[in-house]
């Protein structure tokens, strides 16, 4: 395929857009218990107009454009507030929670190679549970991460095992509040005082759980501490794209102080162009994002907030009840917000998570590890709290199904991975493995669980191999 010759008519072009549409989940319905948060359509066109406004303008350059410096700062100082941060709190917007999380882990390594010369391989020390971005900013920067198990009952991290970790090259300590797999909250004071201790940063990953979590503290309900008020966080990332509600492309980094921000930035003057001052990871950006984040935050207020968390909270205490009540799944831990995840003794979860999409929901799959049973994940957000109870329906005629369907053959699939592991030629048996799975080619997967079920079985840096080749021959 070229570029045509001649250009299409404008209504064939958004015809065709609409189109591609066809085939994704539908998110508007509330069907997709991950990766979309919709605040209502009414608020949702508010954020798309401020985004559209300023599309074009480019946060490159706030000399040039100071309307998105405007934007960025107020956006931060208000994130700032939220966690109740001093004045001395600074940050900057970002594209996601990834970028604020690698920025973070970027920070810590130019902070150490300011103040601590002597570490020469810098190492992070995180809980199993904190995100991949932290393993990607590893995989980046050069940073070894040294990850810590957690406890099994309550899947928080032990602050002492966050201390046994650390060596002489340590430079930062990571925690979540909440973490994703399973929605409980670090103990964050605890491990916060051990960075005071040996004289570490500490960064709580809230990209999560910072917007929700501190309006659910405003509305009175009992929230473990984790923000600027718990003396020893050095940084926190909170995305505005995720319980912010706002337009993708919105999440806020922030730190104790300019001090240490001063190491995210990067400035280049040695070209024979125009030097760059990148105080986050893009160079060339859109201030929509920034103007979809500041609109939000603005039109929704404190009390708009609260009223939007009052409902996803109610909705998930009883999605959280009415998985408990069916006999063959538990939800694991104790969950703080509108994040959790449920697991199995008796029905295959990856079976449960194909049966339920072809309800046309999506909850995602999760693998076991040494410390947590595999699981489905859910999220609850404004624009899925009315479908709690279709859910739980269909959740348990799924069950029901799953019960009654041939089980996926564990040993089987075991075989053919110790094959693949053990062939003459790894690369041969690999693309078969992929080829039995369907992941192969450029066609999209249908039945997920015979996939998910060799994931598992993986080890880990197999597992990632597989989907790197599967990744490599999808997008043609
Ligand atoms: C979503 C999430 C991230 C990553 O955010 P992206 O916006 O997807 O890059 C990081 N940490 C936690 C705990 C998250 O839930």
Redesign the pocket.
């Known amino acids: 395929m070229g570029i045509p010759k001649q250009g299409r008519p404008k209504e064939e072009i958004f015809a065709a857009l609409e189109r591609f549409k066809a085939h994704d989940l539908d998110w508007k319905s509330g069907r997709v218990w991950a990766y979309v948060y919709n605040p209502g359509d009414e608020v949702r066109e508010v954020v798309n107009r401020a985004y559209t406004m300023f599309l074009t303008e480019n946060a490159l350059d706030p000399t040039v454009f100071p309307s998105t410096l405007r934007l960025e700062t107020e956006v931060v100082r208000m994130v700032a507030d939220l966690l109740r941060g001093d004045e001395n709190v600074v940050g900057h917007m970002t594209t996601?929670?990834?970028?604020s999380?690698m920025l973070a882990v970027k920070t810590a390594r130019d902070w150490a190679r300011a103040h601590r010369p002597e570490v020469d391989r810098p190492e992070m020390v995180l809980p199993i549970t904190a995100?991949p971005?932290f393993h990607k900013a590893a995989h980046f920067l050069g940073v070894k991460p040294v990850v810590v198990g957690i406890n099994p009952e309550t899947f928080q991290v032990e602050p002492e095992a966050m201390r046994a970790a650390i060596t002489p090259n340590t430079i930062l300590l990571v925690a979540?509040a909440p973490?994703?797999p399973q929605g409980v909250v670090d103990p964050v004071p605890e491990i916060a005082a051990i960075a005071q201790e040996y004289g570490l940063l500490f960064h709580v990953?809230a990209?999560?759980?910072g917007f929700y979590l501190s309006f659910l503290r405003q509305m009175g309900e009992p929230v473990p501490d984790f923000d600027f008020t718990v003396p020893g966080v050095t940084s926190i990332?909170a995305?505005v794209?995720?319980y912010g509600y706002a337009a993708k492309g919105a999440?806020t980094v922030l730190y104790r102080n300019k001090e240490l921000r001063r190491y995210q930035m990067f400035a280049c003057a040695e070209t024979p162009g125009y030097a760059v001052i990148n105080p986050t990871i893009l160079s060339t950006k859109s201030g929509g994002p920034m103007a979809g984040a500041w609109a939000i935050l603005n039109y929704l207020g404190e009390e708009g907030f609260h009223r939007i968390v009052r409902t996803v909270h109610e909705a998930t205490q009883r999605l959280i009840r009415g998985i408990n009540e069916i006999p063959e799944l538990r939800v694991l831990g104790e969950p703080v917000m509108c994040i959790f995840s449920f697991t199995s003794d008796q029905v295959n979860l990856f079976q449960l998570a194909d049966a339920m999409a072809r309800r046309g929901w999506y909850i995602q799959p999760q693998p076991s590890t040494p410390f947590t049973p595999r699981s489905l994940h859910v999220s609850v957000n404004y624009g899925n709290a009315h479908l709690v109870d279709t859910l739980l329906q269909d959740l348990r005629e799924a069950v029901e199904e799953v019960k009654q369907a041939p089980p996926i053959d564990r040993e089987r699939v075991q075989a053919l991975v110790d094959w693949a592991l053990q062939s003459p030629d790894p690369q041969a048996a690999f693309r078969q493995l992929r080829q039995t799975v369907g992941i192969e080619g450029t066609q999209l997967p249908q039945e997920l669980a015979l996939i998910n079920e060799i994931l598992d079985i993986l080890p880990d840096h197999l597992a990632d191999a597989l989907l790197i080749d599967f990744f490599n021959d999808l997008y043609v």
């Open positions: 996601g929670g990834t970028e999380n995100h971005s979540s973490n994703w990953d990209c999560v759980g990332s995305d794209h995720k999440s």
